[in-house]
C-alpha cells in the first residue's frame, strides 16, 4: 500500500459518513405510478425482444458459416470481436460433435 492509498484511507475514516437515505416504500408510492410504467414500459419489451430475435439470428447465422468451412478470423471481424473471442463464445454454446 502506497503513501497515497494510506492518506485517503485516513483522510476516509475522519471524514463524517454521508447521511443514509432510506428507500421509499411501494405502497408510498402515487397511484398513477403504475399505468404510466405499463405504458413506458412497452417500448422496452418490444426492444428486449427484438434484442431476443436478432441474437438468435447472429447464433444461426455463425452456425451456417462455420458448417460451410468459413475460418474463425473472418466471423470475429464480422462480428467486431477476436477470432479467439468469437471461437470460445460459439464452441462453448454447444458440445462439438467428434471431440472427446
Do not use: F, N, Y
Amino acid at each position: 500500500m502506497g503513501k497515497r492509498q494510506r492518506r485517503r484511507r485516513r483522510e476516509g475514516a475522519l471524514a463524517a459518513p454521508p447521511p443514509v437515505s432510506l428507500p421509499r416504500r411501494h405502497d408510498q408510492w402515487r397511484a398513477s405510478v403504475g399505468s404510466i410504467s405499463e405504458e413506458s414500459t412497452r417500448e422496452l419489451e418490444s426492444l428486449v425482444a427484438r434484442q431476443r430475435d436478432a441474437e438468435a439470428s447472429v447464433e444461426r447465422e455463425v452456425d451456417r458459416l462455420v458448417e460451410v468451412g468459413v475460418g474463425w478470423p473472418l466471423i470475429a471481424d464480422a462480428l467486431g470481436v477476436s477470432r479467439q473471442a468469437a471461437r470460445q463464445r460459439w464452441l462453448r454454446r454447444q458440445p462439438q460433435q467428434g471431440r472427446s
